[in-house]
């Protein structure tokens, strides 16, 4: 197992969660891609977005079914929003892109949730690599992350 990985593993234990993390031959890499290797549906995987909120790290757990709405992540974070670079988002969690977990990381984050993940029994995340992944269950992610549950996904029909 990666240190990364282990790292992870780690932070769940810690949490009060045994889960077993799922190391895949292929990639994990992108929503689409961590689904396949699952055989869950794209809705059920866990995108741990970072953002710079007025230029504070915050991180978004977003179904991998939905776009966020960075107006809508603004308008709860109460600054605006724009994207962490990929240097950034390994300085801030301590893992690269395609790989972030949604806790344990290098500093601690506000975090947001997206509601929708609510209504799934299990969601798989990030288990700090690019083929790596864990289920979880949304009452979980949202104990362990202690995450603020928001509406932040791109509604047809928005705007
Ligand atoms: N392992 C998968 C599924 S759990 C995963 O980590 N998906 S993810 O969505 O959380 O991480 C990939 C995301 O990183 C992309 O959706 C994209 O928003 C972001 N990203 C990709 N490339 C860059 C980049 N160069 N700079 C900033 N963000 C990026």
């Known amino acids: 197992m990666k240190a990364a990985v282990e790292r992870v593993v780690a932070a769940l234990r810690e949490a009060g969660l045994e889960t077993a993390v799922t190391e895949f ?5 992108t929503a689409e891609e961590a689904a396949a290797a699952v055989g869950t ?3 059920q995987i ?3 977005l970072v953002f710079l909120a007025g230029g504070r790290p915050v991180l978004a757990l977003v179904s991998g079914a939905n776009r966020l709405d960075t107006a809508k992540l603004a308008a709860v974070a109460g600054a605006p929003i724009r994207r962490a670079d990929a240097e950034t988002v390994r300085a801030v969690t301590g893992y690269a892109i395609g790989g972030v977990p949604p806790m344990g990381h290098a500093t601690p984050l ?3 949730l997206d ?3 609510l209504g799934y029994d299990t969601v798989w995340a ?3 690599t690019p083929n790596a992944v864990f289920p979880i269950t ?3 992610l949202e104990r362990v992350t202690g ?3 928001v509406d932040v996904a791109v509604r047809s029909g928005d705007g």
């Not at 031959?25 to 890499?29: D, G, I, Q």
């Open 25 to 29: 031959a292929e990639s994990t890499r």
């Open 41 to 43: 549906t794209v809705g």
């Open 115 to 117: 509601a929708d993940l």
């Open 110 to 112: 506000p975090t947001y």
């Open 138 to 140: 949304p009452m979980d």
């Open 126 to 128: 990030a288990a700090g």
């Open 147 to 149: 995450a603020r549950v």
């Open 46 to 48: 866990v995108k741990s």
